[in-house]
């Protein structure tokens, strides 16, 4: 019997997934290209002398039970908190439930191949003030804001619902939902540090992906009745999700057990391979050429199916087919945002033996609302499993998120000149309070987010161009040019390996999947 082959570009969670799936369920053999040197795309883990970095900050929670499952097979939960013997459970919109464990007692002080059930704390900072994220416009954020902005607030709100914009733009989407002083105060700032555009410039797509509505008619209500019967207010709706799962050392620790799994199988990898060409025969990709990094020397594979993760735009470039020119200057018009992560390693205390703020904070992400800084995010990396650090009794690791482009100022900096932004910016707004930094490392991410810029609202003119490619698949976040979540990415990876072993040729219901929070 002739072999079969699929080539997938890239070694994502999306690639890895189609992978394992296709060695699990088809006689299908998987052949990836990925371009780096390690697996796992964004999902990597970094290790910086034994403290562990994750380059994006990843929640593992699904509503979906064939991913959650997927995923204990690789790394099963914890059945016992290391300090006590309450089986963890799963908290969504407040409803608690427990899943179930096939060896119930695993502890993660014993065992290294497991996932932590975490509490989901994240807020914004503003103003030298925390607030929770998603925000809530409740008693204790209208206190926090102040007699005069909280009444903009809502009275942009209310003028917000009677005159609703037409929804062209970000910007737009926002407003409606919130009111223009709550979108200026809580959304505009953090938005336009990821898109790198102008709110007024983005397609309100993001925001309808990414974003859920609030209630402030409810709160206004809480509000007024707090101050005449505190008994009588409402209950606050919970966040969304309120706990979740997390590898022991990171979401790389994942992958790479994934990789391990596609290797044992019978699979391949080629690291540090770029693809440079994809050569068409009729309405299919019959060869793939991909160049190593550091030799130049180039090697062809042949394929039965081709998936790709890659960028479009970077997939389109490689296309050795008659593409219509039309259709070259939508691939060639899409955005990305690419990603700088600075790791910074700090002490718990400060010279006279108090503990630093940052050591008091259970947050595992702090969303920075400042417009004097050019710093996103701010992981707590102690906070998402104290094992990633190697010394979590004496110091902090730190995660801070920058989002750039690699044609920008700061992304053409040297490491070094990076870092001391960053720790620098961490002063301006006032979340270090000690002198002495233990160490620092830059990792700089290429295309972590597909921008919903440019051509973006032509996307729909390169799916129809490459469903004609009847072997050739498009999935996960660059893939697809969909700002999506983990699970996403993996979902879409099984569909296709669901395809291939039913039969199935329309891929258009692959484009149809989606996964609330």
């Not at 900072?125 to 809502?154: A, M």
């Not at 906070?383 to 750039?404: K, Q």
Request: one cysteine or more; glycine letters at 6%.
């Amino acid at each position: 019997m002739n072999k079969k082959y699929v080539i997938i570009l890239g070694a994502g969670p999306a690639g890895l997934t189609a992978a394992y799936e296709l060695l699990s369920r088809t006689d299908y053999i998987p052949i990836i290209i990925e371009m780096s040197q390690d697996v796992g795309g964004l999902s990597k883990t970094v290790n910086f002398n034994g403290n562990y970095l994750d380059i994006g900050g990843h929640r593992f929670f699904t509503k979906n039970e064939r991913v959650l499952k997927w995923w204990f097979k690789f790394l099963p939960p914890q059945g016992r908190k290391s300090t006590g013997d309450s089986r963890p459970k799963f908290k969504y919109r407040g409803i608690e439930s427990e899943f179930e464990v096939e060896d119930s007692g695993l502890d993660p002080e014993f065992r290294d191949e497991i996932m932590l059930v975490r509490e989901r704390v994240s807020r914004i900072y503003h103003d030298g003030q925390f607030f929770n994220y998603p925000v809530k416009i409740n008693y204790k954020t209208l206190k926090q804001l102040g007699i005069i902005k909280s009444f903009r607030i809502l009275l942009t709100y209310l003028y917000s619902k009677i005159f609703p914009r037409k929804e062209n733009s970000l910007e737009d989407f926002y407003i409606n939902r919130f009111g223009e002083e709550l979108y200026l105060t809580f959304f505009k700032s953090y938005t336009e540090k990821v898109c790198g555009k102008e709110c007024s410039e983005i397609s309100p797509d993001w925001g309808r992906l990414r974003i859920k509505n609030i209630s402030l008619i409810k709160i206004i209500r809480n509000y007024l009745v707090r101050i005449t019967n505190k008994d009588k207010v409402q209950t606050e709706d919970s966040s969304l999700i309120e706990s979740f799962l997390y590898p022991k050392f990171g979401p790389g620790q994942l992958w790479q057990l994934v990789a391990d799994s596609v290797l044992k199988k019978g699979g391949k990898i080629h690291f540090g391979h770029e693809v440079v060409k994809l050569d068409c025969d009729d309405d299919e990709i019959r060869r793939v050429t991909a160049k190593n990094s550091f030799t130049g020397e180039e090697i062809s594979v042949s394929g039965d199916v081709i998936i790709s993760t890659i960028p479009i735009k970077e997939l389109f470039e490689c296309l050795n087919c008659l593409i219509p020119q039309r259709v070259r200057e939508i691939a060639h018009g899409l955005e990305y945002r690419d990603f700088l992560s600075v790791g910074i390693l700090l002490p718990k205390r400060k010279s006279d033996g108090t503990l630093t703020m940052l050591s008091t904070l259970k947050d595992n992400w702090i969303y920075i609302q400042d417009s004097r800084v050019q710093l996103g995010r701010v992981q707590i990396v102690n906070n998402w499993s104290p094992y990633m650090v190697s010394n979590p009794e004496n110091s902090v690791w730190l995660c801070l998120e920058y989002f750039s482009s690699s044609s920008e100022n700061m992304w053409l900096m040297s490491d070094e000149q990076i870092i001391d932004i960053a720790s620098k910016e961490l002063r301006t707004i006032g979340l270090i309070d000690c002198e002495e930094i233990l160490g620092s490392k830059l990792i700089r991410v290429n295309k972590a987010y597909p921008s919903y810029t440019g051509t973006y609202k032509n996307l729909s003119e390169l799916v129809e161009f490459t469903n004609k490619l009847k072997n050739l698949y498009l999935i996960g976040r660059n893939g697809m040019h969909f700002y999506n979540s983990q699970d996403h990415s993996i979902l879409t990876a099984m569909t296709v390996a669901d395809d291939l072993v039913f039969g199935k040729k329309n891929k258009s219901h692959l484009w149809e999947i989606r996964l609330d929070d």
